[in-house]
């Protein structure tokens, strides 16, 4: 319903491209120009799924291995991991963006590691850690909500930590955890955009690119937002089923 | 390294001038308590007295502050030790803990399986046999959610046999049940009391007590306060702290 109404409001737009203030024409589908033009700016949705899927799958990696730690009962062990969220969660993206982008392979350098960072890396790496904080914090309320019960039953039975993670805890867990982990996709998504300052042929660079030379920021801009709406409108729909699916099973 | 037991004149459980702080709250003040092979203990006391942590002290799902426990010629120690223990010692939870998104199958197959290598088709024939035992055969493929408070309880009982303890403590094995199913889960551990295990069993259930111990210890404040047979203690208690307990629970 959502995505025939967001047509509705581009035809009511279009419908403006008389009154010489709008210049619909740029991304005109009836004209070979136009649709070249939105060719170009459909072909970023590639590289931001691409990005948005690598930063999501690494944030979650990060996010256990921060999370993990964090719940010991010993407070040195639980120390790093407490610091690392502070930390990463105060940084804001972009920053962090340049200073992976532009910094990190100097810092590398002088560890002797010769690594040049590209555009598709520097964002995803940035995009990764700077999530995992929250994912860790995800992690982290999910298996802290199963009853410590649980964790003695499985020390009785002799299972190990690694053993009564994996069997009995997580599997529970998941449950708690999967429907927030795919919202934080969403926020993933989004934050994408800030990879085009980096050079990254995404949705945002495309449409920044296309302005440069058409000078029509209204209209681009407009598909541009109806492009990520359409895409996290996509994804809402997904971790909605999910959330009722992972409920319907914690009743049963 | 766990010390080589000496079966013959071993106890089973050896603990000397245990004592336990929570923060500053002096929760076991020097207990000593031995059980010999094939006793059975009925703990009992006010609420807050100590007598849970005490059995939680027994496997190690409390550490304690000083004083030594050996359990069947293993000192408690390192964590090779804590492992030894367990392998030893099994444990009835006044929730149940069961697993709940294990079928009952699974619960008593988990620990067989991967704590002690079994193969799945062992693991199952020994899972059913303790099933048959607790008298519910019938329920190994729902999941402990179907099932009533008396039904998880005797499973918890069956999921510890599994692992073939020579200990087994229960924490108020029946303080969470409706009082119409504490008779077939009492039935359940005294069928195992017959059978010659050695077990610790903190209650309030005294026709239990009657029945089943061989011993009976009286806590308050952290103190074992009072040890003697059932008869001496329902009929001659010695300290007035004891008759005063005695008098409030049996009042009823």
């Known amino acids: 319903m959502k995505n025939i109404a967001a047509l509705a409001s581009i035809a009511f737009l279009a419908g403006c491209g008389g009154s010489g203030n709008w210049g619909w024409y740029v991304i005109d589908p009836t004209t070979h120009q136009g649709m070249s033009h939105i060719k170009f700016l459909m072909n970023g949705f590639g590289a931001t799924i691409l990005l948005s899927v690598f930063a999501a799958v690494m944030s979650m990696l990060i996010g256990l291995l921060v999370a993990l730690p964090g719940m010991s009962s010993n407070r040195w062990v639980r120390l790093p991991s407490r610091i690392y969220v502070e930390f990463v969660r105060a ?124 000078y029509r920021p209204l209209e681009i801009y407009t598909l541009l937002i109806l492009e990520y709406l359409v895409l996290v409108l996509v994804i809402s729909f997904f971790v909605r089923w999910l959330e009722r699916k992972m409920g319907a099973d914690e009743s049963r | 390294m766990p010390q080589p037991s000496a079966p013959d004149h071993t106890n089973a459980i050896e603990i000397n001038g245990l004592n336990k702080w929570y923060d500053t709250y002096h929760a076991l003040k020097d207990v000593n308590l031995t059980v010999a092979h094939g006793e059975r203990i009925v703990v009992c006391g006010p609420s807050g007295s100590g007598k849970s942590t005490l059995i939680r002290c027994v496997n190690s799902l409390e550490a304690h502050d000083s004083g030594t426990i050996t359990v069947d010629g293993t000192r408690m120690g390192d964590a090779a030790s804590i492992e030894a223990i367990r392998a030893e010692v099994g444990m009835v939870f006044q929730q149940f803990n069961l697993f709940p998104h294990l079928t009952i199958l699974q619960n008593l197959t988990l620990g067989p399986m991967k704590a002690r290598g079994l193969s799945r088709a062992d693991a199952e024939d020994r899972a059913m046999k303790y099933l048959e035992r607790v008298q519910i055969p019938e329920q190994a493929n729902k999941k402990p959610g179907a099932l009533s408070g008396g039904q998880q309880q005797r499973v918890a009982i069956a999921r510890s046999l599994c692992m073939e303890p020579k200990i087994m403590l229960f924490d108020e094995p029946t303080s969470a049940l409706d009082p119409e199913m504490i008779a077939e889960v009492l039935d359940v551990i005294v069928d195992l009391a017959e059978s010659g295990m050695t077990m610790i069993v903190v209650t309030h259930e005294m026709g239990f007590a009657r029945r089943a111990a061989d011993r009976m210890v009286f806590m308050d404040h952290g103190a074992i306060v009072e040890t003697g047979t059932p008869q001496e203690f329902f009929e001659n208690p010695k300290s007035e702290r004891c008759r005063t307990f005695l008098n409030q629970i049996l009042k009823h």
């Open chain 1, 91 to 214: 940084i804001p993206l972009l920053p962090m963006l340049f200073w992976v982008f532009y910094g990190l392979p100097v810092v590398l350098k002088s560890m002797g590691i010769s690594l040049s960072i590209d555009a598709f890396w520097g964002a995803v790496i940035t995009l990764a850690i700077s999530d995992s904080a929250f994912t860790a914090e995800i992690y982290r309320s999910g298996i802290q909500s199963i009853a410590r019960g649980q964790t003695e039953a499985a020390k009785t039975i002799g299972l190990t930590y690694t053993q009564t993670m994996r069997y009995v805890i997580l599997p529970q867990a998941i449950r708690r955890i999967l429907p927030p982990l795919a919202n934080q996709f969403i926020y993933i998504v989004k934050m994408s955009a800030f990879a085009s300052v980096i050079g990254m042929q995404e949705l945002t660079r495309r449409a920044n690119e296309l302005v440069v030379t058409e």
